[in-house]
């Protein structure tokens, strides 16, 4: 399978990595349809990969003052790869996000790939709105991730970025682990699967638990201060809070494609990364 991914972010180049010789992956600006119709032609791809988004620096704030080219980049880009794949009849997977649900579901196991987003901060907002219009098209995938966590250390990495939080809020989420998630790219790249998928391990997990398994595992001298959501941006340490949720997989169950429990991939994935912090 010869896979074009289009974004050489963190995700983009830990797929391209994995897949070796069938990836290629493009960095290209992407203005128009036709620029997108170039580098299809240029690799002639089976399938792409839109790994390519606006997260913002040194978080997702930075979207709130940044709107337009956040906007360009979570809908606009999107939606252009999408009209360019529908020309040429290949098939596309769309990165999406979980962070488009806020607070409890109507389903107590959790949100489903079915439920309406009810996204709150810009950047949400606009990735959620790239997936109204995505998930109308045939020939599309879209997969869903949630706070991806890597064995590989990383500024990028959920497991840095917690053990370098002087306060960090005490909440629970689904999360995905990124070793699980490349290879159930993979397979839904294999199939062609149209629609939307919650790429997400099963079970949720609490950053007190990876907390706690960093400081088993990797640094035992690690301390932290535990906060609530509400504090985060009562102490001004975020503009607005963050999405927590916990969702449910029907739609990877419905294909047969499994990931591992996350307790067992997180316990995993943190002794693979102890090992390259020695």
């Given at each position: 399978?010869?896979?074009?991914i289009i974004?050489?972010?963190?995700?983009?180049?830990?797929?391209?990595?994995?897949?070796?010789?069938?990836?290629?992956?493009s960095d290209?600006?992407?203005?128009?349809?036709?620029?997108?119709?170039?580098?299809?032609?240029?690799?002639?791809?089976?399938?792409?990969?839109?790994?390519?988004?606006?997260?913002?620096?040194?978080?997702?704030?930075?979207?709130?003052?940044?709107?337009?080219?956040?906007?360009?980049?979570?809908?606009?880009?999107?939606?252009?790869?999408?009209?360019?794949?529908?020309?040429?009849?290949?098939?596309?997977?769309?990165?999406?996000?979980?962070?488009?649900?806020?607070?409890?579901?109507?389903?107590?196991?959790?949100?489903?790939?079915?439920?309406?987003?009810?996204?709150?901060?810009?950047?949400?907002?606009?990735?959620?709105?790239?997936?109204?219009?995505?998930?109308?098209?045939?020939?599309?995938?879209?997969?869903?991730?949630?706070?991806?966590?890597?064995?590989?250390?990383?500024?990028?990495?959920?497991?840095?970025?917690?053990?370098?939080?002087?306060?960090?809020?005490?909440?629970?989420?689904?999360?995905?682990?990124?070793?699980?998630?490349?290879?159930?790219?993979?397979?839904?790249?294999?199939?062609?699967?149209?629609?939307?998928?919650?790429?997400?391990?099963?079970?949720?997990?609490?950053?007190?638990?990876?907390?706690?398994?960093?400081?088993?595992?990797?640094?035992?001298?690690?301390?932290?201060?535990?906060?609530s959501n509400?504090?985060?941006?009562?102490?001004?340490?975020?503009?607005?809070?963050?999405?927590?949720?916990?969702?449910?997989?029907?739609?990877?169950?419905?294909?047969?494609?499994?990931?591992?429990?996350?307790?067992?991939?997180?316990?995993?994935?943190?002794?693979?990364?102890?090992?390259?912090?020695?």
């Open positions: 399978m010869k896979i074009l974004g050489k972010g963190f995700i983009g180049a830990r797929c391209a990595e994995v897949w070796g010789e069938e990836a290629f992956v290209k600006i992407i203005d128009s349809k036709q620029d997108v119709l170039d580098l299809l032609v240029e690799y002639n791809p089976d399938v792409v990969l839109n790994a390519a988004g606006v997260r913002g620096k040194p978080n997702v704030d930075w979207c709130e003052t940044n709107q337009e080219e956040t906007i360009l980049g979570n809908t606009k880009l999107p939606i252009i790869i999408a009209e360019a794949c529908q020309e040429k009849n290949i098939y596309l997977l769309h990165i999406g996000s979980g962070c488009i649900f806020y607070g409890e579901s109507p389903d107590p196991k959790g949100w489903k790939e079915s439920d309406f987003g009810n996204p709150i901060p810009v950047y949400s907002r606009s990735k959620w709105a790239a997936d109204l219009v995505l998930s109308t098209l045939p020939n599309v995938g879209i997969a869903r991730i949630r706070m991806p966590i890597d064995y590989i250390p990383s500024p990028t990495n959920m497991i840095d970025k917690l053990a370098t939080f002087p306060k960090v809020i005490d909440v629970e989420n689904s999360v995905t682990i990124v070793e699980d998630m490349i290879d159930v790219f993979y397979k839904l790249m294999e199939k062609r699967a149209e629609g939307i998928f919650h790429v997400t391990n099963p079970g949720t997990l609490k950053h007190r638990e990876i907390i706690a398994l960093y400081e088993e595992l990797v640094d035992p001298n690690h301390k932290n201060e535990w906060i509400d504090d985060l941006v009562a102490q001004g340490l975020a503009t607005k809070g963050r999405s927590n949720n916990f969702l449910q997989s029907e739609n990877l169950e419905k294909l047969g494609i499994k990931m591992r429990p996350i307790h067992q991939a997180m316990r995993d994935t943190m002794e693979k990364y102890a090992k390259l912090k020695k």
